[in-house]
């Protein structure tokens, strides 16, 4: 069963998972929330374009949920709604909150997921592939006709575990998302500069390295950006900043649809403005509320942090 | 003995460390190169201002080291010769080049130092209180007459150790310089932004955290800047980045003589740039040859990295 009425509308899909966390941090504890890669993407996304989001529910996923994404207008056509229950994921943080540390990972509905594209995306421009399994990427990539922008998150663990795969999907990305331990274990260099352009010579046409509190790289051909990262003293849960990053950056490409590296570094910060929204509050009871002028003010506040 | 004819007119002086270095990075070797935080400083300074060192050696210091620093206009009316043995450091850096490793320290003829600043000195506007026991930091605080900016730097030791004497030294600097490391462990928190916020609160119009690769932050009252690293593909040697940092800072703004928080931001990217090109060999051996010049071209590299 499908959960949206389908849509050759969209500017962006977002193809990851949907979650109910279970999250302590030194700030609190939330318990059976929404999250997950494609919903924290999808509502980031949503602040500048029309998303569909593709994943995958159990019976017992909250119809609240599904309302709360549907009034963000997330096109729901890819997702399905499968007996069984909806992936959990149970963590906490601890006191530096630099590392999520996981508790219990019930993968339910998503362990035999292999994701459809809904007909009407596959013509669609962007797509956004939420860390997977790398063969279940090049599945969905192999559905796409002649996407512009395909952008790849990945983790750790594919890089010791399925590293040829990933290699493959990594030559037919745009965009590669990782984050600086990856980085440095997947050419086994201490240098992100170095990794950064070994990436870029694999196929990407950019290569974005995460570095959490410190801001995040981008490579692209013989250019590096350095974005800052936005001076948070009141970090509450850092649950969904990689994907709600992600969300924005592709969010405003797809909105602008101009790929030059010089909207790429705008795209960075509105990604790493909307991302520091969304740690300032548990799951994502900060981005629900947000709006468009309060990213753009808070994109005005990166440029008085770097400027000089 | 005073190893230089003495002047009232250097723009900054220079209170630290004058060193025989032994490192071994993977990259190589230097041994019993010239090296000491008083010494980076002075060189780094040199291509904005007239400095002045004050340190000590003994007799075994080669004359040309003397000669080199006297050929970059360094005046060394405050390095005295005494007997013994000069300072030496042995270390080493690892692959990740994030840290040093020391295997010997040889105090020698720093065990007994206590600068005494030259008369020509003590009305110097511009003072670079390189690491050291924060008491003697103070005693050479004490000597100086209504300095316009005292920049300090100290290291995790001293907050171990002498921690009471470490804050009544922060609270009479202008310019505090830490690392991320120290940041945390000063007010035990993870957060960065808290950490330079507190440090202000202590005295200081300006803070600045070091975050190695990262870059640096700098705190003035309500502003935050973050300021890029140059993303260094060759890093050969880091021994002297903070000092050769540090040394840039402050010699742009005693060159400048203006403390507003935009020409800080300005000193920092300057301080950057010197201390990008200083990792980038052993010793002081890339610092002798740049010229100002050099230090621009850079300087505009920065901005090209940080702009969006």
Redesign the interface.
């Known amino acids: 069963m499908r959960q949206g009425k389908g849509s050759d509308m969209v500017d962006v899909i977002m193809v990851g998972t949907v979650a109910l966390d279970t999250v302590k941090t030194p700030f609190g504890e939330a318990v059976e929330t929404l999250g997950g890669s494609a919903v924290y993407a999808s509502v980031a996304a949503s602040l500048f374009a029309r998303v569909g989001l593709v994943g995958v529910v159990g019976r017992d996923f909250p119809e609240k949920h599904l309302a709360f994404l549907r009034s963000k207008d997330v096109d729901l056509a890819g997702l399905e709604v499968v007996d069984g229950d909806t992936f959990r994921w149970k963590g906490y943080y601890e006191?530096?909150?630099?590392q999520a540390h996981t508790l219990d990972t019930r993968l339910n509905v998503l362990a035999q997921f292999n994701p459809r594209l809904p007909q009407e995306y596959k013509n669609c421009k962007y797509v956004f592939l939420a860390n997977t399994d790398p063969e279940i990427q090049l599945n969905v990539y192999k559905q796409m006709h002649k996407p512009k922008l395909v952008m790849l998150d990945t983790m750790n663990y594919w890089i010791e575990n399925k590293k040829d795969a990933l290699a493959r999907m990594i030559e037919k990305a745009d965009v590669l998302l990782t984050n600086d331990a990856e980085a440095r274990q997947f050419f086994g260099t201490?240098?992100?500069?170095?990794s950064g352009?070994a990436f870029l010579n694999m196929g990407p046409k950019a290569v974005i390295i995460k570095?959490g509190?410190?801001?995040a790289?981008l490579f692209t051909d013989g250019?590096?950006?350095?974005?800052?990262?936005y001076?948070?003293?009141d970090?509450v849960d850092p649950t969904g900043a990689g994907d709600s990053f992600a969300g924005g950056f592709i969010g405003w490409l797809a909105k602008t649809d101009d790929l030059s590296p010089?909207n790429m570094?705008?795209a960075?910060?509105f990604g790493s403005a909307i991302a520091s929204y969304n740690a300032e509050a548990f799951s994502l009871n900060k981005l629900q509320s947000i709006t468009r002028d309060d990213v753009f003010n808070r994109y005005m506040m990166?440029?008085?942090?770097?400027?000089?």
Do not use: W
């Open positions: 006191y530096d909150m630099n201490p240098n992100l500069v170095k352009r570095k509190e410190h801001g790289l250019q590096c950006f350095s974005a800052p990262a001076p948070l003293e970090l010089r570094r705008k960075i910060i990166f440029q008085d942090i770097a400027s000089f």
